[in-house]
């Protein structure tokens, strides 16, 4: 039982690149949310998705997308990265009904040059 | 305001002090209350959730002040393991956030 876990651990892109940032989760969890977390900024929310085939706007969710594609996983796309998307990107996961008790995979650091 | 605010510290402790953390909300229709704890370079996990009535587990003790809209943590017997940055998470029930972090408060125990 892994948990959360996501792809890549660490990523360089230059500004004006795309990626997309993999989650996935082996807990049967309905719920899942991409974060992304700067110094002195804390946690943000970028997206969430409620349940499969359902996506939520966040906090923060300019210039990015994602794909919920199975009950499973919940992946970010950064179309165009600028160089304000460095940052540590989680994503995290839930039962239904406890949204509180978020289980987060280990993050994505991202930096764009 | 800030939704969640959080004295960000460090706070720096012995081993064996207690120490004490405060949170404030901004929001008064906030339902729940938790914290969460995340070691340098790893992703939060949760700690403990908050109750009307307090709530405590081993050395940790959790309290809600709804009137003055403050959680606070009281962590005693300090371990050099609780070393973390505590994260006050709420439930806002508001827009498209279901739980609002705030930026966290961190702790260092010195042995």
């Known amino acids: 039982n892994a948990g959360v876990t996501q792809t890549p651990k660490f990523q360089v892109l230059k500004t004006g690149q795309s990626m997309t940032l993999q989650c996935a989760q082996d807990?049967?969890?309905?719920?899942m949310y991409w974060y992304r977390q700067d110094p002195g900024m804390g946690l943000r929310l970028i997206y969430y998705?409620?349940?499969?085939?359902?996506?939520d706007k966040g906090e923060v969710p300019n210039g990015y997308n994602v794909s919920r594609l199975n009950k499973r996983e919940f992946s970010l796309r950064l179309e165009s990265a600028a160089p304000s998307q460095t940052s540590v990107y989680f994503c995290?996961?839930?039962?239904?009904?406890?949204?509180?008790?978020?289980?987060f995979g280990p993050g994505t650091r991202l930096t764009v040059t | 305001r800030k939704e969640v605010e959080q004295d960000p510290g460090p706070f720096n402790v012995p081993e064996g002090a207690t120490v004490a953390f405060n949170c404030t909300y901004s929001n008064s229709a906030s339902q729940s209350f938790f914290w969460y704890r995340q070691d340098c370079r790893k992703e939060p996990k949760l700690l403990m959730s908050?109750?009307?009535s307090g709530n405590e587990d081993g050395r940790f003790t959790a309290q809600l002040n709804r009137a003055s809209q403050y959680i606070s943590l009281l962590i005693r017997d300090s371990k050099l393991s609780d070393s973390a940055t505590y994260l006050c998470?709420?439930?806002?029930?508001?827009?498209?956030?279901?739980?609002?972090f705030g930026k966290g408060t961190r702790l260092s125990v010195i042995a």
């Open positions: 998470v709420v439930n806002s029930n508001s827009g498209n956030t279901p739980l609002v």
């Open positions: 908050v109750y009307s």
């Open positions: 807990m049967n969890h309905n719920s």
């Open positions: 998705s409620a349940s499969e085939g359902t996506t």
């Open positions: 995290a996961s839930t039962l239904q009904g406890r949204a509180y008790e978020q289980y």
